[in-house]
């Protein structure tokens, strides 16, 4: 088994990447800060499918930490996700210090407005700037073809939506459905942090959705009804902490009255210090998971 190059700097993952493309082969990019779990890696087994070449990231954003986050303890397993990588196949993986990523002096950040206030957002000031600036900074890197992210992240993955068609990026994002454990509980990095209890505790989140997907199917379509029964099941587990319940519109991420079409439900709770979010597509997975093509 080869294993992947391991490239630290811009500039070299840039000649990679213009090396690909004298060849004529396509660039598959999966950006991720690393503690890699099954999530991560079905990212990476759908690049493959699809891309000639793949590249994965592993990049602990500083810019997207607010000051009382978990910068300072967020898992850096790197030779353990350096071997799930090579398993998994990759061509190279980037993993850039935060100086070569953010050189003394640098001062533009990408920040997009509107979107960037809404669900984790209006929790976490500042997070979709620093997610939006490293990820522009990720494409000018790779100049990928396409980029894979999960609906796990939804929010994100509408930021990013609009930021690649507003800067005009040719990079199709292309959006994997979540991946869960066999309880339901969705897979994160952040699943490390909790305690057995808090375990058993996060599968709230899951079982809140799991409710308003019932009622959906019974013929319920007011937001507000929909909403309170979600929230009324992540009230009953006393020792979580509700950040959002929210029904929104995917492209614009703006709450919705009523459910028509295709709707994101989406939740985001506190399982002691753990955030932890999730989310459901109600009415069937919408048009922009799959494939999001940037103009060009």
Known sequence: MTSPEIVRSVSRMQALSREARREGRSIGLVPTMGA??????????????????????????????????????????????????????????????????????????????????????????????????????????????????????????????????????????????????????AMSSRNIYLSPEQRKQALCLRRSLARVEERFASGERDAAKLIASGKAAIAAEPCMRLDYFAIVNWETLEPLARVEGETLVAVAAWVGETRLIDNVVLGGLPTPIGSLQAPS
């Open 36 to 185: 890699l779990h099954a999530g991560h890696l079905s990212l990476v087994a759908a690049a493959k499918t699809s891309c000639d070449v793949v590249v994965a990231s592993i990049f602990v954003n500083p810019l997207q930490f607010g000051p009382s986050e978990d910068f300072s303890r967020y898992p850096r397993p790197f030779d353990e996700d350096l071997r799930k990588l090579r398993e998994a196949g990759v061509d190279a993986v980037f993993a850039p210090s935060v100086e070569e990523m953010y050189p003394a002096g640098a001062a533009t950040t990408v920040y997009v407005e509107g979107l960037s206030e809404r669900l984790d957002g209006a929790s976490r000031p500042g997070h979709f700037r620093g997610v939006a600036t490293v990820v522009a900074k990720l494409f000018e890197a790779g100049q990928p073809d396409r980029a894979f992210f999960g609906q796990k992240d939804a929010a994100q993955v509408a930021v990013l939506r609009k930021m690649t068609r507003d800067l005009l990026m040719p990079v199709e994002l292309v959006v994997c459905p979540i991946m869960r454990e066999p309880d339901g509980l």
